[in-house]
Structure formats: C-alpha cells, structure tokens
C-alpha cells in the first residue's frame, strides 16, 4: 500500500498541474455533469472523484496565492514603511 510522503510536493505545484482556471472550468464541467444526473453510477463516481481532487488543487492554489498576498503599510509621508501579512476579513 502506498504511504503519504509528508514532503512531496502540493498537486499545485507539480508541473503537469492544470492552471488554477483551467482546473475551475474542468470542474465546473463535472459539476453540470453531475447535476444532470445522466451519467452511469461508476461514471459518477470516478467524476466525483476527480472533482474532488480539482477542488483540493484549486483550495490549495488559492491558499498559496493569499500567503504570497502582502498588504504594504504606509507611513505617515505616504511611503511604504513595510509589509504586512495578508489577512482576509
């Protein structure tokens, strides 16, 4: 059985990775799939299946993007004093 490797990279940032847009619109395509509810219970399943991976890839993308995000403060000439940390309210 295959064993997690704490170390091995994000499926994000793995080269044959799809853009994060690319990966949005592959799985907003299984989603309407999905809902039409036309699809062979297996089929639906490996879709699901993937879908979820697509979600995980594209949490982990936008994840990533808010951690590079810095806010810079401004001082009271108007210049960049710093930079802080990104946080979202």
Do not use: T, W
């Amino acid at each position: 059985m295959a064993q997690d490797n704490p170390s091995s990279p994000s499926p994000a940032s793995q080269p044959d990775a799809p853009s994060f847009e690319e990966a949005l619109r592959e799985l907003e395509s299984i989603v309407q799939k999905l809902e039409r509810g036309d699809v062979a219970l297996d089929e639906s399943i490996a879709l699901y299946a993937r879908g979820e991976a697509l979600r995980a890839q594209c949490q982990q993308r936008l994840a990533d993007a808010e951690a590079r995000i810095e806010k810079l403060a401004i001082g009271a000439g108007g210049a960049p004093v710093g930079a802080q940390a990104f946080h979202a309210d």
